[in-house]
DNA sequence: TTCGGTACCCACATTCTTGTCAGTAGGAGT
DNA sequence: ACTCCTACTGACAAGAATGTGGGTACCGAA
């Protein structure tokens, strides 16, 4: 992510939303907040440490929220922002496609 | 690309198109047919080893066609194949995201 | 005979991404 | 006193992705 001038749109947001789990977490976290713990289910396969690096960086691009509850055990919640609810809207299509498409690319190797 | 059941239709939508320079092919394809070199000018940036690694994978998953014509000097074209095409347009969506969200992204560090 | 042009391939090097494993804080429950 | 719970943090390691610099083939033109 270095600071540069994109060559489209396309390459821009593959910038924020790229990678292999950040395109899932947006998707967990549409349908409301998910505290750390839950979204660690919601995605199978991510470690901790990769999940919250990935958080981190959305956080950090405006895409997630993180709200803190000083409590014990901590609480922690995330959830998307409007500039995130926007790029999740903007997936959309490409999450249909792969639906439809799901078991042609299964099939690939 | 490991043969696995994908978490959700985003998930094996990444796993094709996902990477840094995949994307900026099949936009660059969408207008028509491209020859190597010609490709290579389109994405500005990319080392011609990983180009062919790219154009490779994406044709075997069926993204693009691959047309030798056996000339000297050698001419390749490469084209959207139907399943490429209804991939970009799926995209569609999440390039017009980036071109209107692209200051905000570009200033995230 | 040497050079130019195109689309590659190969060995290697570097950098980026992801993963593993242990450990911390602080209050609550036993 | 001791363990459990949660959301982390840090050192380190493995692996994937990307890049670099060379070389190949072919034919026609100079």
């Known amino acids: 992510m270095t600071?540069?001038?994109y060559i489209c749109g396309l390459d821009a947001a593959i910038a924020v939303?790229?990678?292999k789990w950040k395109g899932l977490l947006l998707f967990s976290l549409d349908e409301g907040p998910l505290r750390f713990g839950?979204?660690?289910r919601a995605v199978p396969g991510i470690s901790e440490r990769i999940l919250i690096l990935q958080?981190?960086?959305m956080e950090a691009s405006g895409l997630v929220h993180r709200e803190v509850y000083h409590q014990v055990p901590p609480k922690v919640?995330?959830?998307l922002?409007?500039?995130g609810?926007?790029?999740n809207a903007a997936l959309a299509p490409l999450g249909e496609w792969g639906e439809e498409h799901m078991e042609?690319?299964?099939a690939i190797p």
Do not use: N
Request: charged share 45%.
């Open 3 to 5: 600071k540069r001038t």
């Open 17 to 19: 939303m790229g990678g």
């Open 38 to 40: 839950e979204l660690r």
């Open 55 to 57: 958080l981190r960086e």
């Open 77 to 79: 919640e995330y959830s």
């Open 81 to 83: 922002t409007e500039f």
């Open 85 to 87: 609810r926007s790029l």
């Open 104 to 106: 042609r690319i299964e």
